[in-house]
């Protein structure tokens, strides 16, 4: 089955950097790819997400690359902002009713 | 985005009830519903996929005469956690999926006493 690594675990910043999350992923079958932001309690939300037949793909300041080659998938955030602090998770999935595997979440905190 | 509701938001019972938590999707129709556990600082743990009509599938080390789900209609599936012990506390999170996209209920936190 499939299998999500993500790194890093914890990501500290400081206000107006960028950071970045990175993901592999193990099963060359899997074609879509989202990133979800969860604070704490409450929903993770999507945020963004890329599907196989695109390298990259932007909204405002997140971008998400995908290497198929490779099997990585990133996560961009620039000019980070406080409210940008949350726990941020990649997932992979490729059809039907497969469910999304997760990675184990990376912990963004966002220095004022 | 789809909406997906979830009830009780936070439920608190006693050791050896049960508690019954419904998930549903408001403004689509969603054959699959997935349900997960998240212990705090971790990630999400799926415990089962949810199809309208059918058995759930459970994933592995997931009890499913303890983990109750029923999906009798495509806008609804609860899961009924029976005989609830201390260690079943934890924050439940429900799925729907439209298309490709896969968005969340709010979550329930269960705390067993």
């Known amino acids: 089955g499939e299998n999500v690594e993500q790194h890093p675990s914890t990501l500290s910043v400081q206000e107006g950097d960028s950071a970045v999350i990175k993901c592999t992923y193990s099963d060359s079958a899997s074609n879509y790819f989202p990133w979800y932001k969860q604070e704490l309690g409450k929903r993770p939300q999507l945020i963004i997400d890329?599907?196989?037949?695109?390298g990259e793909k932007k909204d405002q300041r997140i971008a998400v690359t995908l290497n198929k080659t490779a099997k990585h998938f990133s996560l961009h955030i620039t000019e980070t902002q406080p409210e940008d602090s949350a726990v941020y998770f990649c997932a992979a999935f490729y059809s039907g009713n497969t469910p999304l595997v997760f990675g184990k979440g990376t912990r963004l905190s966002v220095i004022a | 985005g789809a909406v997906v509701s979830q009830h009780p938001s936070r439920v608190i019972c006693k050791s050896g009830t049960s508690v019954k938590i419904e998930c549903r999707s408001l403004?689509?129709?969603?054959?699959?519903m997935f349900w997960y556990r998240q212990f705090p600082k971790q990630s999400l743990m799926l415990m089962a996929t949810s199809n309208e009509g059918s058995k759930a599938t459970y994933e592995q080390g997931v009890e499913k005469d303890k983990f109750l789900i029923n999906h009798a209609s495509l806008t609804l599936s609860t899961l009924t956690v029976t005989s609830a012990h201390p260690e079943d506390s934890s924050f439940y999170i429900c799925s729907a999926r439209q298309d490709y996209e896969q968005y969340f209920g709010p979550g329930t936190r269960l705390t067993v006493t």
């Open positions: 890329i599907r196989s037949n695109v």
């Open positions: 403004d689509f129709q969603a054959t699959t």
